[in-house]
């Protein structure tokens, strides 16, 4: 499966190097956009953000959802090889 995480990080001067590290330990990742990984993983939406959640304060928010084959955006083109790459192969592993 491939997931998105997106977040805002509301404690001013917070290291959240952790939950950096948190994302990238859950399998393939990419991060172009601020604030925004893919991930493909073969954990839940749930089980990701239950290994992410000792990483965040309480006043951030964190959302994580499931990648569907359907997208679009205006992103460059490294980013949409990766995205068919990762999202095709989730489909079918």
Do not use: C
């Not at 990238?24 to 172009?32: D, F, M, N, Q």
């Amino acid at each position: 499966m491939a997931h998105l995480i997106s977040y805002d990080l509301n404690k001013p001067g917070q290291n959240y190097d952790d939950l950096y590290e948190a994302i990238k330990r859950l399998g393939a990742w990419w991060h172009y956009l601020d604030s925004t990984w893919i991930v493909k993983s073969s954990y839940s939406a749930p089980e990701i953000f239950e290994k992410l959640k000792p990483h965040i304060d309480k006043n951030d928010t964190v959302l994580v959802i499931e990648i569907t084959s359907e997208y679009s955006g205006w992103l460059p083109q490294k980013a949409w090889d990766w995205l068919r790459e990762k999202v095709r192969e989730a489909a079918y592993s």
